[in-house]
Every structure is written in structure tokens, then in C-alpha cells.
């Protein structure tokens, strides 16, 4: 039997704007003393939920166990910007969307998971601020134009509708005259993270055990898998891995999956006359033309997310230097944008972890005998993590089709150079990012 000690455990900043702004619930125990289950799921998150979620169903006579480190809702899933995209978007395709066929296949793997959470918020009333509003690909300068020009074409190849508005429009969509030029692309879905996660946790099926602050400290390998924390431990005849970087710690794909940080601030919520002021729609959603310029929201609660800002850290634990960093950068962005509302501030700021591969692909399948995951989505979580864990509990019970065939055929994250040149590597590429950027940051 193999045993591995677990050397380092989630521990998110405090601050998570999403979090404290969506609907309070009560977390559910932790796991005390000595438990044998037959299925046993790490993670929480967008993809654990869902694994959690279709496993139940695929076996309803069984209970599935589900650990969460922290508390759901506190962690990356309830971080991100809140866009559930469902388009194809290979920044290393000259139109982005390159390979016709894989860009199909993308775009219903990425429906099925947004087509999944919408049903599930519709179903449950879940209170997440889920709203139709679409995206906003917006660029300043020529080169992030050229970009929306090349995606536009992109799009019309796998036969979605967009449509270009120049800079004089704009300002009636998102308010701010800042931008040149924008690509509005239908079918993304905002919403508030937090809450959702914390409704799609409120509502799993009967048989899904969930225990939250539960973080594993040691795992033993073997016919059966013993899962230990500070407070007893669980056996279990299957593990499922839906802890994203922090499977590197469980033994797995140790070095090629990279826990890269990026940074957040909301606003207080805007006055009615300063919401007159800025002007445009009440809901909308902006993502730069350049994949390292400032990713911005107007929200349900009218409020301004402004997000920005990378680091990598290999411990998958974030620093509160480089937030302190990206809040100067967050003001400076948002006053360059929003000069008509000076006297907003943040209420906010936080980090949140995104997995990220060297060559953009993620984990899909068998880890070992008797463990299971679904990692790495690559920026993509809302959907792709809810597709691939309803996908990975699908397969577990013996079903095939055409999304679980192309996800076993990807070739997984590969393997980049070793530490240190890692996080040199990987931070200069990142500075670098952040400066070619130039005015979209």
C-alpha cells in the first residue's frame, strides 16, 4: 500500500467579493471519526458538484461522499468573473477557433454544461444573478481589433451569430467610451459564482454526504483508498479527483498542472444617480480582445468587478503581495474606464485560482486503479467543469458517446520544464502578457 502525506491545503485570501455578497448559508460538518463508502469525491468545486451531482444519480442505492477543504462557495469556483461561455476561444488559432471539428465539439461540450446549469438553477430557483446578457469582446487599440476581426470570422464558421459595435455605440451597451470597438457574442450567461455554487451545493440528490472543512492531510493507496483528515477518515472503494492543481499533492500529474492566481475587486454597489452617470445596460460583461488585459462586469446588484493581474504559485496558496500589487492596478484600470465615477471604491479584493496547462488541455479519465479525475479547465470552469464532472461520472458507470470520446482522446497536460525554470518560465511569460496588453489592462 502506498501512503502519501498531503503537503499543502488550500488557503484562500479573505475577501472573496462574491462570497460575501451572496445569499448566507449554513456549512454543512465536518467529517468526524472512521467511515467506508463506496464513492469518495476531493473537491467542491464547479466540477466536484457536478460529479457529485451525476454519480448520485447514475447509482441513486449508493451514497457519494463529498470533501471540501474550506467551505463551498469560499474557494476558486465562487472567484472567477462569473462567465458561463459557451463558444470556443484557441488563442493559439489565428481566428481562434481553428480545427472546425474539435471547435464543434468544444462548443457542445461547453453547451452541455451550460445547458445543465441552467436547468439545475431553474429547477432549484437558485438565487445567482443568472442572467442572459452575453459577452462583450472589447479592444483599445488596432492589434486587439484585428484580434475581435479574426474571432468573427471564427465564429461564423461553426455558424454562430455576432455582432461588431464601433466605439460611437458603445457607450449605450457598457457605458464607458473607452473601448474602440466591441464584439458582442450571444449565448454566455453572467452570474454571481458564489451563489450559484452554494445553491447547486444546497440542492444534490439525498444520497450525496457532503462535508465541508475537511481537508485531506494523508492518503493511503491500495485495493481500497483510505482518506485521512485531522478528525478520522473515510475508506472508499473509488476516488474521484476534482481538486484541479491540488491533485499534484495526491501523486498526480505532479508538475504539469499550474495553479496560476489572478486578482479581483468589486465595488460598493453604485447610487441611483451614479448609475444614471454611467449609463448603458444594467447587466453586461466584458472580456478583453488581449488575454491579459482587465476582464470587467456591471452586475445584477449594480456593482463594477474589475479583474486583472496574474502570479503563479506551484503550492497552489496565494500571497498577499501580489494582491496588494493588482489593487493599485484594479483602481488605476477602473478610473481609466469609469472616469464619470470617481468616488466609487472597492468594497473587495481578493485572488482566485485558475488550473492552467502549458498546452491547454486538461485531464479527463482513469488517474490510477480506482481513482478518478477530471482537471484542468483551463480558465474555463463554470462550463467545462460542469460538463466534464457530469461527463466523468457518466463514464465511471459505463456510458460512452461523442464528448466522452473526445475527452479520453486528449493527449492530458504536458509536461513543461522543472522547478525552478518552472515559475521563472512561467512568471516572465506572464509579466510579459501583462505588458503587451498595454491599455486593455
Known sequence: ????????????????????????????????????????????????????????????????????????GFGSSGRNAGFAIDVPH????????GDIKTA?????????????????????????????????????????????????????????????????????????????????????????????????????????????????????????????????????????????????????????????????????????????????KAVWGVIPAHPFGSTVRRTADNRILIRNGFSFQPDGRPRDKYLQRCIIAHRQSFARRFPMLPDVGFDYSWSGAICLSENHEGFFGQLAPNVYGALCCNGLGITRGTATGTLLADMIAGQRNELIDFLLASPGPNKPPQEPFLSIGVNSVLKWGQYRAGLEV
Open 1 to 72: 500500500m502506498k501512503v502519501r502525506n498531503i503537503t499543502s491545503l488550500p488557503g484562500d485570501d479573505a475577501l472573496a467579493g462574491w462570497y460575501h455578497t451572496s445569499p448566507i448559508r449554513a456549512p454543512r460538518p465536518a467529517h468526524i471519526g472512521q467511515k467506508q463508502t463506496r464513492w469518495t469525491i476531493v473537491g467542491a468545486g464547479l466540477t466536484g458538484l457536478a460529479a457529485a451531482r451525476q454519480l448520485a444519480l447514475n447509482f441513486p442505492d449508493d451514497e457519494v461522499v463529498l470533501l471540501e477543504a474550506q467551505e463551498v
Open 90 to 97: 484557441d488563442i493559439g488559432a489565428k481566428d481562434y477557433i
Open 104 to 280: 464543434n465539439l468544444v462548443l457542445k461540450l461547453n453547451t452541455l454544461g451550460l445547458d445543465s446549469l441552467r436547468a439545475i438553477v431553474a429547477e432549484n430557483k437558485i438565487a445567482c444573478q443568472l442572467s442572459e446578457a452575453g459577452k462583450y469582446q472589447a479592444a483599445v487599440g488596432k492589434a486587439g481589433i484585428a484580434v475581435l476581426e479574426a474571432y468573427r470570422r471564427g465564429l461564423e464558421k461553426i455558424g454562430r451569430d455576432t455582432e461588431m459595435i464601433g466605439a460611437a455605440d458603445l457607450p449605450a451597451h457598457i457605458g464607458t467610451d473607452y473601448y474602440q470597438k466591441a464584439l458582442y457574442i450571444p449565448g454566455t450567461v453572467l452570474l454571481q459564482p458564489a451563489a450559484l455554487v452554494k445553491g447547486l451545493a444546497e440542492s444534490l440528490p439525498a444520497n450525496v454526504t457532503l462535508y465541508e472543512y475537511t481537508p485531506v492531510t494523508k492518503i493511503h493507496y491500495g485495493d481500497k483508498i483510505t482518506l485521512v483528515h485531522n478528525q478520522g477518515s473515510i475508506t472508499s472503494d473509488k476516488l474521484i479527483l476534482t481538486n484541479n492543481a491540488f491533485a499534484a499533492h495526491f501523486g498526480f500529474l505532479q508538475g504539469r498542472l499550474l495553479s496560476t492566481f489572478l486578482y479581483g475587486s468589486l465595488t460598493r454597489p453604485l447610487s441611483a444617480e451614479e448609475q444614471q452617470r454611467l449609463g448603458g
